[in-house]
C-alpha cells in the first residue's frame, strides 16, 4: 500500500506491512501527527484530536479568536517557533531580519517510487527487494521565505519508516539556524511510556537505562563531537508494560556520528513530543539565499513485540540496507589477530610475522598491524598525522611485510587514526594550521593529542591522498580507522569568527566525505571502525564499516552486559569482539563463546600460548567459521539479562528458516548448592524436533522453548555453554 493520500480528509498514511503512520493537512494548513502504530487500513484517526480553550497556550492570528486552536495542544509533524506552542521545538532560525520564528504551513506533497536521498550525510538505501516510496511534504513560512521539506520513507515489507529534513533559505537574505531537528513525533498520551536508552562511558559502552516519562524534558545527547561512549543516539519508548517478548515499542536511531540530541517531552496535558537530530549545543548554520541545510536521518520502527521484536527490525534492516560493503553479503569475514593487546607500539616486523605464524596454527586468517607503525610512533606523545611506515621498526617496508604475510596464507590489515595529530609530528610542525584551536588559547589536550579540522577541504584532501597510497602500497585487505578523544577548541581557521557555530558539523561531513572516497576506491577492504572502543558506534560510521569494534574492554564477564546493550539496535554482525589475555580466570572457551557474539578474533600474543592453547583456539575458530550462517545471519535472542542478578548469561541466534540456532551460555556464578537453572529457547518451530549438539538427545521445539535445556551444575567456574540445535524433522 506504502504512501495514500486522501484528498477528502487531507490525510496521509505511511503503511508498512504491520505498522501505519498517518499524519493531516490539517487547520490553517497545518501538518498534524495523527497516528502511528500498528496497521489501520484506510481509517481516517483525524478524530482522536480535541480541541479545548487551553488557558496560557496561545492561538495563532488566521485562527480568528478560536481560543480553542493551539499549537501548543496539536500534534505535529514539524513544530512551529513562536507561534504559541511553547513545547521544545523542532526549529530554531533567526530569520534575516533578526526575528526568531517560523510559522510552517503545507505548501505541498509528493509521493514517489523508491528510497530518497542525501546529499551530504549517509542514508540507509533500497535494496533490489525492497518496496520502499517517499513522501515529500514541504512546509513554508510565508514572512521569512523559509522553506522546510520533511522527507520520509517507507519500507514496507522491513517494517521501517525513515524521516529527513532540508531546509532551503528562499528568502533574499541569509538567516541562521539555531535548532534544527530530523524527527518530531508528538503522541497523544505519553504518561505510560518508558525511555530506553544506552548510556554508557569508555570500557563500558551501551548500558540499558529504563525511566518512566515524567513532566520535563528527557534529553539525551552528545556534544563530545561524536555520538560518544557516554550515549547512543538510539532510543526506545515503550509501553510501561513492554518486556523482552511483549508489548509496544517505538525506536529511533539517528544516522549521525557527530552532536546529538534527543529530547523528550512529557507535556502539561500528558501528550509526548520527541525530537531528534544534531545537537544545538554551539551549533549557528548560516544559508545564505537558496542554500540548503540537511538534517540526518532518522530509522524508526514499531512494534507490539516488544524489545526483541523491535531489535529484530532493525538488525534485518542494518544487515542489509545500511552498508554496501561486500562483507556485508557476499564476502565472508575473516578470523583476524589485532597486534594492539600483544605489543602495543612494541614491535617489528619480524614481532608482527612471528605472532603471524603462531596465529596461523589458531585458524587465524589475517593480521592486523594496530597503531605504531607509522611516522615517530613509540608512545602516545608523537607521530599521529604522519601515514607513511616507521622503516625502524618494518624494516623490510610495508610491501614486503604484507608479502610476509600473504606467504603464510593470510592476509593483512592496517590501522589509523586519520582525524587526529600529534604535536610532535611532522604533519604539525608544517601545518600548525590544521588543528582546531582557539586563536590566543591552548589548545585541551586528551591522550596527548589534537584534532585536525576535518571541516578543511585541505585536511580532507591530504588525509584522502596520504591513506589512499598506503592503501595502494601493498596488499592490503581490512583497516581499522579509530578516534580516541573528544573534540574541544572548535575553531577552524578557515572560516571567519561569525561561522563558527557551523565547525561541529561540518567536521562530521568532511569526515564523512573522507571516507567516502576512501572507501569507495578501495570497495576490496573490509573497514572496521573503532573510538577507543566503541564511542563512535552509530549508524553513521556503519554506513561506511561493516563491523565496529564494540569496546576496548575484552573481559569476557563484562563483554556479556557490552554485547547485550549493543544488540538492542546493532546486529551481532557489526560488534568486533576479540579474545584477550584479559579476563585471568576465564577458559579460552568461554571467552571464544563471547567473542562469537560478534565478528570474532584475538587480541593477544600468540607466540605466548602453548601448542594447547592454540589447539584450543583453533577449534573456536573453526567453530566460529562452522556458525557463521547462523550468527551473522540468523534472529538473535537475548536469553536473559545481564543487568539482573542471575547466575548466568544466554543469547541465541536462530536461522530465518529455523533449521538451525545456538544457544550460548556463559555461568557467571556458582552459587553454592544451588537451584537446577534451564535456560528457555526461543524462536524455535515449536513442533519440529531439534538434535542437541549432533548427538542423540533430540527435543521438540515446544520442549526447548517451555520448559528449557538443563544447565550443568558441577563445573568450574566461567563454563561456558553452547547448543548447536539442528532440527531433524517436523
Ligand atoms: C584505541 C583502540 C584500541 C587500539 C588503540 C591504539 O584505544 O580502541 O583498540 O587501537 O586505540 O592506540
Not at 675 to 703: D, F, W
Request: net charge negative; charged share 25%; with cysteine.
Amino acid at each position: 500500500m506504502g504512501i495514500v493520500f486522501n484528498s477528502t480528509t487531507k490525510t496521509i498514511t505511511l503503511h508498512t506491512k504491520n505498522t501505519s503512520y498517518q499524519m493531516k493537512i490539517g487547520n490553517l494548513d497545518y501538518l498534524l501527527h495523527l497516528y502511528y502504530g500498528p496497521s489501520i487500513s484506510d481509517a481516517d484517526m483525524s478524530y482522536q484530536i480535541m480541541q479545548y480553550d487551553r488557558g496560557f497556550s496561545g492561538n495563532p492570528y488566521e485562527s480568528r479568536n478560536a481560543r480553542t486552536f493551539s499549537l501548543d495542544a496539536q500534534p505535529q509533524e514539524f513544530s512551529t517557533q513562536q507561534q504559541g506552542d511553547f513545547r521544545t521545538t523542532s526549529i530554531e532560525v533567526v530569520n534575516s531580519d533578526g526575528s526568531y520564528s517560523f510559522h510552517g504551513k503545507v505548501t505541498g506533497h509528493q509521493i514517489t517510487d523508491g528510497k530518497y536521498r542525501l546529499d551530504t550525510l549517509p542514508a540507509t538505501f533500497q535494496t533490489e527487494k525492497d518496496t520502499a516510496s517517499t513522501l515529500e511534504v514541504t512546509l513554508l513560512d510565508a514572512v521569512s521565505n523559509v522553506e522546510v521539506a520533511l522527507l520520509y520513507s517507507v519500507f514496507e515489507e522491513a517494517d521501517i519508516i525513515t524521516r529527513a529534513v532540508r531546509v532551503k533559505n528562499l528568502g533574499s537574505e541569509a538567516i541562521h539556524l539555531k535548532k534544527i531537528m530530523s524527527l518530531c513525533l508528538d503522541f497523544l498520551n505519553g504518561a505510560d511510556m518508558d525511555l530506553v536508552s544506552l548510556p554508557g562511558r569508555y570500557g563500558q559502552e551501551r548500558q540499558v537505562e529504563r525511566q518512566h516519562m515524567t513532566h520535563h524534558i528527557h534529553t539525551i545527547g552528545s556534544v563530545r563531537g561524536s555520538s560518544s561512549h557516554q550515549q547512543n543516539p538510539f532510543l526506545i519508548l515503550c509501553g510501561r508494560d513492554a518486556t523482552e517478548d511483549y508489548g509496544r515499542c517505538y525506536g529511533f536511531s539517528l544516522m549521525y556520528s557527530g552532536n546529538f540530541l534527543a529530547e523528550a517531552e512529557l507535556d502539561q496535558y500528558d501528550q509526548l513530543r520527541l525530537v531528534m537530530g544534531i545537537n544545538p549545543k554551539q551549533f549557528v548554520y548560516e544559508l545564505k539565499p537558496q542554500e540548503v541545510f540537511e538534517g540526518p536521518e532518522v530509522v524508526m520502527a514499531f512494534t507490539e513485540h516488544g524489545f526483541t521484536g523491535l531489535s529484530h527490525l532493525y538488525h534485518d534492516f542494518y544487515r542489509t540496507n545500511l552498508c554496501a560493503s561486500k562483507f556485508v553479503t557476499e564476502v565472508q569475514r575473516p578470523v583476524l589477530i589485532n597486534s594492539w593487546e600483544a605489543a602495543f607500539m612494541d614491535f617489528d616486523d619480524v614481532k608482527l610475522v612471528n605472532i603471524a605464524k603462531a596465529a596461523k596454527n589458531m585458524g587465524v586468517d589475517l593480521l592486523v598491524m594496530d597503531d605504531g607503525w607509522f611516522g615517530k610512533r613509540d608512545d602516545d606523545n608523537s607521530g599521529l598525522g604522519d601515514w607513511y611506515v616507521n622503516e625502524d621498526k618494518i624494516k623490510c617496508g610495508l610491501h614486503r611485510l604484507v608479502e610476509q604475510i600473504n606467504e603464510l596464507d593470510m592476509k593483512f590489515g592496517i590501522w589509523f587514526e586519520p582525524e587526529m595529530v600529534s604535536e610532535d609530528s611532522n604533519l604539525y610542525r608544517t601545518h600548525p594550521e590544521w588543528v582546531m584551536q582557539i586563536p590566543g588559547r591552548h589548545a585541551v589536550r586528551s591522550r596527548n593529542q589534537l584534532a585536525l579540522d576535518m571541516s578543511r577541504r585541505d585536511v580532507q584532501d591530504y588525509l584522502i591522498e596520504s591513506i589512499n597510497s598506503i592503501l595502494d602500497d601493498a596488499d592490503i585487505y581490512y583497516v581499522k580507522w579509530d578516534i580516541n578523544r573528544s573534540l574541544a577548541d572548535i575553531w577552524s581557521n578557515e572560516l571567519p569568527g561569525e561561522r563558527q557555530g557551523e565547525v561541529y558539523h561540518r567536521y562530521i561531513l568532511g569526515l564523512y566525505r573522507v571516507m567516502d572516497k576512501i572507501i569507495k576506491t578501495h570497495p576490496d577492504i573490509l573497514f572496521e571502525g573503532c573510538s577507543g572502543g566503541g564511542g563512535r558506534y552509530d549508524p553513521g560510521m556503519l554506513h561506511y564499516y561493516p563491523q565496529y569494534w564494540v569496546s576496548d574492554n575484552n573481559n569476557p564477564i563484562d563483554r556479556l552486559k557490552l554485547h547485550y546493550g549493543t544488540s538492542f539496535v546493532y546486529p551481532t554482525c557489526t560488534m568486533g569482539a576479540h579474545i584477550s589475555d584479559s579476563g585471568k580466570f576465564i577458559p579460552l572457551e568461554t571467552k571464544a563463546v563471547v567473542a562469537m557474539c560478534g565478528t570474532f578474533g584475538y587480541e593477544l600474543d600468540a607466540t605466548h600460548l602453548n601448542k594447547k592453547q592454540q589447539k584450543i583456539c583453533r577449534k573456536q575458530s573453526n567453530l566460529f567459521r562452522k556458525y557463521y550462517h547462523i550468527i551473522f545471519k540468523g534472529d538473535y535472542y537475548r536469553l536473559t539479562n545481564p543487568f539482573e542478578p542471575g547466575n548466568m548469561t544466554a543469547w541465541q541466534h536462530v536461522t530465518k528458516n529455523k533449521k538451525e540456532s545456538l544457544i550460548s551460555v556463559v555461568v557467571t556464578n556458582l552459587t553454592c548448592n544451588g537451584p537446577q537453572e534451564y535456560i528457555r529457547a526461543k524462536g524455535l518451530l515449536p513442533n519440529a524436533l531439534y538434535r542437541v549438539n549432533g548427538t542423540e538427545e533430540v527435543h521438540s521445539g515446544a520442549a526447548l522453548m517451555n520448559a528449557g535445556l538443563p544447565i550443568p551444575r558441577e563445573v568450574p567456574e566461567y563454563t561456558s555453554f553452547q547448543f548447536h540445535l539442528t532440527k531433524t524433522r517436523e
